[in-house]
T-cell receptor, first 114, second 113 residues
Framework: NSKVIQTPRYLVKGQGQKAKMRCIPE?????VFWYQQNKNNEFKFLIN????????QIDMTEKRFSAECPSNSPCSLEIQSSEAGDSALYLC????????????FGEGSRLIVV | DAKTTQPDSMESTEGETVHLPCSHA???????IYWYRQVPLQGPEYVTH???QNTTNSMAFLAIASDRKSSTLILPHVSLRDAAVYHC??????????????FGEGTKLTVSS
């Protein structure tokens, strides 16, 4: 069973609505990643954090997407105005950091935009 | 970005040993080779990883070519529970050790009884 906890497992939103997903990383893991997996099972890296600081993010994330990892609270990924193309499985992963340390994934939050 | 090439699909029968190949001809010296597997409606599950030496754990054996341009994930005595999409991924070290994973399309392994 995954030690990375993602909620909700499923959410359905109308176009233009906000969609917010949460992630509790594995205890002691300072690095958190968000990925988007589309219906063709293709993965897209969105953003990652080390503690509360953003390490890397793609252009898409800088516009309609926002994410944060506050101390003592779950990390979150929010889409300000959902579009049909945002329908996907959003995966959170955590790690101790560094190339030799494994990323462990949660079960994902499946967003359906109608 | 570093990329890997895998067959789209492979078929096997319960009890067989399965060899899943992966090509990564442009791998850099500091990039790790990771394998994950994923079943529908679940997140990817870590299988194993290596840098240069072959590795083994309770799930699989990872054989890495001496030039590191290819690797093979070996699954001994597969069961129906091993049916999944297997992803071979290179771990790219970025700024601040962010080390994100670059996923390919993976190999869909089918296991029949």
């Amino acid at each position: 069973n995954s030690k990375v906890i993602q909620t909700p497992r499923y959410l359905v939103k109308g176009q233009g609505q906000k969609a917010k997903m949460r992630c509790i990383p594995e205890k002691g893991h300072p690095v958190v990643f968000w990925y988007q997996q589309n219906k063709n099972n293709e993965f897209k890296f969105l953003i990652n954090f080390q503690n509360q600081e953003v390490l890397q993010q793609i252009d898409m994330t800088e516009k309609r997407f926002s994410a944060e990892c506050p101390s003592n609270s779950p990390c979150s990924l929010e889409i300000q105005s959902s579009e049909a193309g945002d329908s996907a499985l959003y995966l959170c992963a955590s790690s101790l950091g560094g190339a030799g340390n494994t990323l462990y994934f949660g079960e994902g939050s499946r967003l359906i935009v109608v | 970005d570093a990329k890997t090439t895998q067959p789209d699909s492979m078929e096997s029968t319960e009890g067989e040993t399965v060899h899943l190949p992966c090509s990564h001809a442009t791998i850099s010296g500091n990039e790790y080779i990771y394998w994950y597997r994923q079943v529908p409606l679940q997140g990817p599950e870590y299988v194993t990883h290596g840098l240069q030496q072959n590795t083994t754990n309770s799930m699989a054996f990872l054989a890495i070519a001496s030039d590191r341009k290819s690797s093979t994930l070996i699954l001994p005595h597969v069961s129906l529970r091993d049916a999944a999409v297997y992803h071979c991924i290179l771990r790219v070290v970025g700024q601040g050790g962010s080390a994100k994973l670059i996923f390919g399309e993976g190999t869909k392994l089918t296991v029949s009884s």
